[in-house]
């Protein structure tokens, strides 16, 4: 600025500043005459520049040209320097009306005057197209850029002008205009051209043009002039920069700046133009049939070019509606292949991708009918780069409308890989479809993934019928590799059918000549694991060890260790991992998965916490979410709400994303504090914006939540809405409703008959049991099955609570008739052994109808089973492949399997209560006791109920003192007369729910407060009785104190325990 302003106080400043043309007004561009046929009315006179023309005189501008050239090098022809000092109006003015030469013998490149700005260089409707070339030029000078400092020129450059980086424009300017010597500034201004090329300054493409116009003509290479063009597009010249690129043409045989002069004229939206550039190029390319160069290099990198290439079919649709039918000219069909490449290159530019725009263009080469299968191939695959999955399907079944549209085979690949992703049936199918119409059948790879996906279904009818179709391919019904025969077992294993995956795995060797490999051994331990049959899965995973051909990866130790984990054998499931750091497998999330829920599961949820932390800090294999949505459901089922929150924080802040099963721990959490209605607002709001689909166990979750609450109409309306929504219920939801149904009929039907209250139940329950999908046991959400095995979980929790209800009514025989067809139904495997909860249900309907010898035996097979699969897996120092002798000291039975008979206790107890044989009673809870199990609070609470009832004083005060009295918080009634907070902590009220949170009920302390009465009146009369209550007294006060400081408030119960006191 200090140049200019030194500049105005010369004379004739006005004339340097603005100076005139040497040339005429108007002149024709040495372009080729079809250029003028297009776009040609865009070329207009400006008044400014007419008026300018007429105040300055020829002489004056070369005078103003000598004195130019005098000033020193520093100050440049048109240098702007601290432009920011000059009133906004000023400055573009200046931009404007100054001239810029490029030619010092003033040729026909001589533009000293206004000319280029008499001219009208862009349309209405342009953007800013300094703003919108400064990502192409930028990054394309900075590329080559950053190539030429590799090389010896650039490098000359750096050292010559001292530059430490590639974008120090004006140090670099400033360092070339103190080369004193021409010979110093000749060999550094073609160099210092490709520096400045990736400037967006205005000054800086001033200085190119200024370089260009000081090199020789043989410096004047296809690079220089793609400088200098870009130069002029950047001044907004088109003028010049057309005319440059005629002279590159004529004498240098070089589209040079081909691709700026296209990318510029598209971007303005003159199309006329862009169409003349490209076909000019196209006629020069077809004379040099060698030529390599790519006229869109700079359009590619144009964010802007989906929205441009839209704008031009546009442009060409009205063209060829306004086109006469009989013309002879080619030109819309020559028009057309220009704007469908420009349209395909915007449809394949993933850099500035937006799914509306993509789905525009689509459609615009549809319409054209110009969409080949090698084109749709290469959108398929863009589109899966970027993750955009749905928007492919949706285009591919657009497309497949066309029946006669040929998808090639990578391209049907993808999608079906993409469908079996998202569990999509339709899609599966449609693809399948495809393959059989245009190449008359799948291949094998087709077939390979679609078994693969049916199989993690658990769809086996569907995996052998496409088996059967693979076999039919070959004559002999050969298969070419083990994965062909790998989704045949994974299928029946994740259905627990243990005897269909042992008959294939044979097969595979004796029929089929093929030697499982080590996933097939997986599945094999797999499916022996989901029947619970811990022994033969620890068979077969020796048999593997000990082969010695096939080494067990993660996946093998992480199946073995949620095999035990499921059984509660956490010691077992520590030893696997030990024994798999030993044997050098990668640790798999899996893995630490099973050692996570397997504390929880024992209630250490500090521990399982600690290992969620540490694997934070590991690098495994897998996603960690799932290890903390079980840290996660531990809490929640203790009611911790604020552990549960302060888990969700820490998952945000360690990256853990969220999944499914983290939204539906959290709803648990909520269900089990009585708030369902939170937990529904979870399922509707929460989340779909996440991006989270609910499925049939989230709804499973809110409607448990209503039916403990009572709430039954909001089950019927959780119903309605998943058939609204297309979600499929489970024999869980089915169940629920159920559940609902009969505790809706209870209330209409009160008065009823038992016979009507139950029809509607008995109608549903037939319903759910024939229409019972082989799906849903293949589902790994789960609910309401507890530690049943899958082949029998799902008949057995339906068929149980039928049972159940049907006792209630006493509609024995019907029960009765249930049950024969439960058995009839159990696989062969479990015809000796009927699962625990059913043997629960039937000790309860049995002691409901006074058969006390069937509660007796079916109590002993409840312990004999319980035993067996609550004792850890024995192992002698050294007999296990994965004992180590840190592993924990083992107790009788493992701790998550402790209270596997609270239930069956408490009916036993009942049942031996009923007939009065107490000793009977203390034999059994001893024995449980010594063997490992451990009774719930409502368990010891009944037991010294019973005990008090049948004049076992000592024995009861001393349980009560022993097991119960810890926990006693003491009578609300005396808490409401202290001068303090007398409401208890919310934490120890939602612990009270814990079944090993013991502490003595109300009516316990009613019966042991009768007994304390009856000793107190006989003690007058007994020493025994006196020195009996003498002794509780001092070895169980606890007992005693709560019982002296019982306040009487005559409700029922005490009015029916203490009568007579």
């Not at 393959?435 to 078994?451: E, G, K, L, N, W």
Request: proline share 3%.
């Amino acid at each position: 600025m200090l140049e200019r302003t030194a500049g105005c106080l010369e004379s004739g400043s006005l004339r340097r500043l603005l100076p005139a043309s040497k040339k005429a007004t108007k002149s024709r561009r040495t372009l080729h005459s079809s250029f003028w046929t297009h776009g040609a009315s865009d070329l207009e006179m400006s008044p400014l520049w007419t008026a300018l023309v007429q105040i300055a005189a020829p002489a004056d501008q070369h005078g103003g040209q000598d004195m130019q050239q005098q000033r020193p090098a520093a100050m440049g022809n048109t240098g702007m320097l601290l432009d920011f000092l000059y009133p906004a109006g000023t400055l573009n003015f200046l931009r404007q009306c100054s001239g810029w030469g490029v030619d010092r013998a003033g040729g026909r490149f001589a533009r000293h005057g206004l000319e280029k700005f008499g001219y009208r260089q862009y349309t209405s409707s342009a953007q800013d197209v300094t703003q919108n070339l400064q990502d192409t030029s930028t990054e394309t000078a900075i590329a080559e850029d950053e190539a030429g400092a590799e090389s010896g020129s650039m490098a000359m450059l750096y050292e010559k002008l001292r530059l430490t980086k590639n974008y120090d424009f004006e140090e670099a300017w400033r360092q070339f205009s103190l080369q004193e010597q021409e010979g110093q500034q000749i060999p550094l201004r073609k160099r210092l051209m490709r520096y400045l090329s990736a400037s967006e300054r205005l000054i800086d493409a001033e200085r190119t043009i200024q370089l260009f116009a000081a090199l020789e003509a043989e410096q004047r290479t296809p690079v220089a002039y793609r400088h200098t063009i870009r130069a002029y597009l950047k001044l907004r010249n088109l003028a010049d920069a057309m005319t440059l690129y005629a002279k590159a043409l004529d004498e240098l045989e070089s589209p040079a700046g081909s691709e700026e002069l296209l990318a510029y004229l598209v971007k303005n939206s003159s199309w006329g133009r862009a169409f003349s550039v490209w076909n000019e190029f196209n006629k020069f390319r077809a004379q040099s049939p060698s030529l390599s160069y790519n006229i869109f290099e700079v359009l590619d990198k144009d964010p802007t070019i989906g929205s441009q290439a839209i704008e031009l079919a546009g442009y060409v649709n009205r063209k060829l509606e306004n086109r006469v039918p009989d013309s002879a000219s080619d030109m819309p069909s020559e028009l057309l292949n220009f704007s469908s490449r420009i349209v395909r290159r915007a449809l394949l530019n993933a850099q500035s991708f937006n799914s509306a725009r993509f789905t525009s263009l689509l459609t615009i080469l549809q319409d054209w009918n110009l969409v080949s299968p090698a084109l749709y191939e290469q959108v398929n695959f863009m589109l899966l780069r970027l993750n955009e999955t749905k928007l492919a399907i949706k285009c591919y079944r657009r497309t497949r409308y066309s029946k006669e549209f040929r998808f090639t085979r990578p391209t049907l690949h993808s999608l079906l890989k993409v469908c079996c992703d998202y569990h999509s049936v339709l899609g599966m199918q449609q693809t399948l479809d495809d393959f059989f119409r245009i190449y008359s059948r799948p291949t094998r790879t087709a077939y390979r993934m679609c078994m693969s996906e049916f199989a993690a279904q658990g769809d086996a009818e569907t995996v052998h019928a496409l088996f059967d179709q693979l076999l039919e391919r070959d004559k002999e019904q050969r298969l070419t590799s083990i994965s062909e025969i790998t989704p045949v077992l994974h299928v029946h294993a994740k259905r627990g059918e243990v005897r269909e995956v042992v008959t294939y795995f044979d097969q595979m060797q004796d029929k089929y000549r093929l030697q499982p490999n080590l996933v097939c051994w997986n599945i094999l331990i797999n499916a022996h694991g989901k029947v619970h049959d811990v022994d033969r899965a620890y068979d077969c995973f020796e048999q593997l060890i000990s082969d010695g051909r096939l080494r067990p990866d993660d996946y093998t130790f992480g199946t073995m260790m949620g095999i035990c984990a499921t059984r509660g054998d956490i010691d077992r499931v520590i030893g696997l991992y030990m024994f798999a750091q030993e044997q050098k497998v990668e640790i798999s999330a899996a893995m630490l998965d099973c050692l996570v829920i397997s504390h929880v599961q024992a209630g250490d949820l500090q521990e399982a916490e600690t290992i969620c932390e540490d694997a934070l800090k590991m690098d495994i294999k897998g996603s960690r979410t799932r290890m903390w949505n079980y840290l996660l459901t531990g809490h929640a089922l203790k009611r911790e709400l604020v552990d549960v929150n302060r888990l969700l924080q820490r998952m945000s802040e360690a990256g853990v994303e969220y999944d499914k099963y983290t939204y539906s721990a959290l709803m648990q959490s909520l269900v089990m504090v009585k708030q369902p209605d939170r937990a529904f607002a979870i399922l509707t709001d929460v989340m779909p914006p996440a991006g989270v689909q609910a499925t049939d166990f989230h709804y499973a979750v809110v409607m448990g939540g209503y039916l403990a609450n009572g709430e039954v109409e909001k089950v019927f309306k959780l119903q309605r809405r998943m058939e609204k929504r297309n979600v499929k219920s489970s024999a869980t939801t089915k169940l629920l409703t159920l559940k609902a149904t009969v505790a809706e009929d209870e209330k209409l039907l009160k008065d009823g008959t038992s016979q009507e209250k139950l029809n509607r139940a008995l109608e549903m329950f037939q319903e759910i049991v024939t229409s019972i999908d082989p799906q849903d046991i293949a589902n790994p959400a789960r609910k309401g099955i507890g530690r049943m095995s899958v082949d029998v979980a799902y008949s057995t929790m339906l068929n149980r609570y039928m049972i159940f209800v049907l006792g209630r009514y006493a509609e024995f025989t019907t029960a009765g008739s249930i049950y024969e067809a439960y058995l009839r139904s159990l696989p062969a495997a479990r015809k000796g052994e009927v699962p625990l909860d059913m043997m629960q249900t039937i000790m309860d309907t049995k002691l409901a109808e006074g058969d006390h010898e069937t509660v007796r035996k079916c109590w002993v097979a409840s312990l004999e089973q319980a035993r067996r699969l609550g004792t850890p897996v024995k192992a002698e120092p050294g007999d296990r492949p994965e004992h180590h002798p840190t592993e924990h000291a083992r107790k009788g039975i493992v701790p998550a399997r402790q209270l596997d008979l609270a239930r069956h206790l408490g009916i036993y107890l009942r049942s031996l209560h009923n007939q009065r044989m107490t000793d009977e009673m203390i034999v059994t809870v001893d024995g449980l006791l010594n063997d490992g199990f451990a009774l719930d609070n409502h368990n010891w609470n009944s037991y010294i109920e019973f005990l008090a009832i049948r004049h076992k004083y000592q024995l009861a005060f001393r349980l009560c003192e022993k097991y119960l009295m810890d926990h006693w918080t003491g009578w609300a009634r005396i808490r409401w007369t202290l001068p303090e907070r007398n409401r208890l902590p919310t934490d120890l009220r939602a612990r009270r729910k814990d079944p090993l949170h013991l502490r003595p009920k109300y009516l316990t302390i009613l019966h042991l407060a009768r007994g304390y009465l009856e000793l107190q009146s006989m003690a007058a009369e007994s020493a025994h009785s006196e020195a009996l209550l003498v002794e509780l007294e001092r070895v169980c006060p606890r007992v005693v104190r709560a019982v002296t400081t019982m306040q009487r408030v005559d409700d029922v119960l005490e009015r029916t325990v203490l009568r007579g006191y």
